[in-house]
Every structure is written in C-alpha cells, then in structure tokens.
C-alpha cells in the first residue's frame, strides 16, 4: 500500500489486465452451486464479462448465473451527482432469493456505491450472502463496509480519482485524473 499523503505518479498504477488475472484466481474458490455473480456498472460489468470468459469452466460447471446493477436511483448523493448519460437499467434475470452473491465493482472507495447496490439487490429478494469484490481498493472508506476480496489495494491522495477504463480492443487499464468535484463515487 502507498503512503496515503503521497500523490501517485500515473506510472505507478498496476497493469489492470494483470490485476483481472489475479482477481480470477482469486475468485475461482467461491465459484460454487447456488452462487450468482453481479457486476456494478460500468467497470464492475466490465469485470464481470471478462471474468465471465476467464473462469468460464467454474461458470458452467456450477451453473453460475450473472447480472447487472446500475446503481444511480439508489445512491445517497444522487440529488448532487444527477443522472449520468450512460445510464443502464439493472438486469436481474434470476431469483436472489437465498443466492450466495459476489458482487463485483472495479473501484472500491468509500463504500457508497456498495451500500447503494445492497439496497437494490434486496429489492429483488433476500440473498443468503454477499461478497464484495474490486479490482483495486483505493482506501478512503466512509462506511463500515470493504470488499473481502481485492487484486490490489493503493492509498490515493484525496483529490486524485482512479477509475477503470475499457479501451478500444476491450482490454482494461486504470487511469488517474484529479477529482472534479466534491461528489465522490
């Protein structure tokens, strides 16, 4: 973990594709029956797909079925932040009702965006668990809440934002850019 007073040079972030790597090996043990895998949009859906191809033997194996969230109605700072232009409806199209759910985002932050996609998953019924998962944990926590499993975790400066890209071949990489506005995600 860096310093959390340190402002990261761009250079140093990790390879995103190697992290995903890590991510998967990471997940293949809780690939079980009765486990559904849910990414958050956009980057947590990214994740989601490429695992999806990653560890596609477990995912047929165990049956595992996947969904969507887009969280924007659910989170506590939508009167600030508004809708976004690429907005996606969710897609649930399983029962959530005692599934063991792993929950997947790329950047995990303060927690809001987690304590956001709870509360939507529990408007489709009452799962048996869930599992929190991200790519990177950036530290900055506001909320008793922390993913259980990550592929790397950094202590980025306040005003520094890092975010999961998809590029045009559909690999992914982190980038650093400063934080905009007060609202954080």
Same mark, same amino acid.
């Given at each position: 973990?860096?310093?959390? !007073?340190?402002?990261?040079?761009?250079?140093?972030?990790?390879?995103?594709?190697?992290?995903? *790597?890590?991510?998967?090996?990471?997940?293949?043990?809780?690939?079980?029956? !009765?486990?559904?895998?849910?990414?958050?949009?956009?980057?947590?859906?990214?994740?989601?797909?490429?695992?999806? &191809?990653?560890?596609?033997?477990?995912?047929?194996? *165990?049956?595992?079925? *996947?969904?969507?969230? /887009? &969280?924007?109605?659910? %989170?506590? /700072?939508?009167?600030?932040?508004? @809708?976004? $232009?690429?907005?996606?409806?969710?897609?649930? $199209?399983?029962? &959530?009702?005692?599934?063991?759910?792993?929950?997947?985002?790329?950047?995990?932050?303060?927690?809001?965006?987690? %304590?956001? $996609?709870?509360?939507?998953?529990?408007?489709?019924? %009452?799962?048996?668990?869930?599992?929190?998962?991200?790519?990177? !944990?950036?530290?900055?926590?506001?909320?008793?809440?922390?993913?259980?499993?990550?592929? $790397? /975790?950094?202590?980025?400066?306040?005003?520094?934002? @890092?975010?999961?890209?998809?590029?045009?071949?559909?690999?992914?990489?982190?980038?650093?850019?400063?934080? *905009?506005?007060?609202?954080?995600?």
């Amino acid at each position: 973990m860096t310093d959390a !007073n340190h402002t990261l040079d761009p250079s140093q972030l990790p390879d995103a594709e190697a992290l995903l *790597h890590t991510l998967a090996d990471k997940l293949k043990p809780l690939l079980k029956a !009765n486990t559904a895998l849910v990414g958050i949009h956009s980057g947590g859906v990214w994740l989601m797909q490429r695992l999806l &191809v990653l560890l596609a033997e477990q995912i047929k194996s *165990h049956q595992i079925e *996947h969904g969507t969230l /887009d &969280v924007s109605f659910y %989170r506590d /700072d939508y009167a600030q932040r508004g @809708l976004k $232009a690429e907005n996606r409806p969710s897609q649930i $199209a399983f029962d &959530v009702e005692n599934k063991h759910i792993i929950l997947i985002d790329d950047v995990f932050y303060t927690g809001r965006t987690t %304590r956001a $996609a709870m509360n939507e998953l529990f408007d489709y019924g %009452r799962p048996a668990s869930i599992t929190l998962i991200a790519l990177v !944990n950036r530290g900055g926590r506001e909320l008793p809440i922390a993913p259980q499993m990550v592929a $790397a /975790d950094l202590s980025l400066a306040a005003p520094q934002h @890092l975010q999961l890209i998809q590029l045009a071949d559909g690999s992914l990489a982190l980038e650093l850019t400063p934080q *905009h506005n007060s609202a954080r995600p």
